[in-house]
Nanobody, 129 residues
């Protein structure tokens, strides 16, 4: 039903920028809770930036001041502008949406990956020193 597709990942040097895009299709945009997660091998998938149905935004502490999440409801899209990238930002980035409160979570960072219902396949972000 609901499908999410990410794009915009790539390899850049530390200090560079990337803009990730996520397009929702194949279904209705429900809860309005959307966000970006990232995962590295051996580590739990973590929320990076979230935007709720009222436009409320929250970020992982380590990306505050560097990342900006935004959405365009008319295009069923959500974006993540990433500036001043650091090596530790490396990972697979996933777009997700759902109703986290139904799983015992809020729509905001931190929120467990288990709180989300629909996922994109991910886009790799690699930052070199």
């Amino acid at each position: 039903q609901v499908q999410l597709a990410e794009s915009g990942g790539g390899s850049v040097q530390a200090g560079g920028s990337l803009r990730l895009s996520c397009r929702a299709s194949g279904g209705t945009e429900s809860s309005g809770c959307m966000g970006w997660f990232r995962q590295v091998p051996g580590k739990e998938r973590e929320a990076v930036a979230m935007i709720d149905g009222a436009g409320g935004i929250s970020y992982l502490d380590s990306v505050k001041g560097r990342f900006t999440i935004s959405q365009d409801s008319s295009k069923n899209a959500v974006y993540l502008q990433m500036n001043s990238l650091q090596v530790e930002d490396t990972g697979m980035y996933y777009c997700a949406t759902g109703s986290p409160w139904r799983h015992g979570f809020y729509c905001g960072v931190p929120v467990a990956a288990l709180g989300m219902d629909y996922w994109g396949k991910g886009t790799q972000v690699t930052i070199s020193p």
